[in-house]
């Protein structure tokens, strides 16, 4: 059974940090890329990140660049998403998804697996 488990979100204030964890079972992590993507109600999903399994290169959307950092732990079949100077902006429902590159990785139809998302609410 393929699972992605997403875990770390909560309530924190605008400036603060959050991290979160993608923790991956039922397949071969080490193929395959890991995202994040987010959903605000109202909007559409929004790319946010992803890591290669091949060479460890990250992406990133420009509203979250110098602010959230990806990296992955292959030990543990975790990708870790850490989010520091939190904006108001940023909260919403976030997803982590494995494909197998990061090539064209703002893009939600090239995940073949997906977590059920953690909420992140940034207050003022």
């Known amino acids: 059974e393929v699972q992605l488990v997403e875990s770390g979100g909560g309530l924190v204030q605008a400036g603060g940090s959050l991290r979160l964890s993608c923790a991956a079972s039922g397949f071969t992590f080490d193929d395959y890329a890991i995202g994040w993507f987010r959903q605000a109600p109202g909007k559409e999903r929004e790319g946010v990140s992803c890591?290669?399994?091949?060479?460890?290169?990250?992406y990133y959307a420009d509203s979250v660049k110098g602010r959230f950092t990806i990296s992955s732990d292959n030990a543990k079949n975790t990708v870790y998403l850490q989010m520091n100077s939190l904006k108001p902006e940023d909260t919403a429902v976030y997803y982590c998804a494995a494909a197998i590159l990061c090539s064209s990785w703002y893009v939600g139809a090239e995940y073949d697996y997906w977590g059920q998302g953690t909420q992140v609410t940034v207050s003022s």
């Open positions: 890591i290669s399994s091949s060479d460890g290169s990250t």
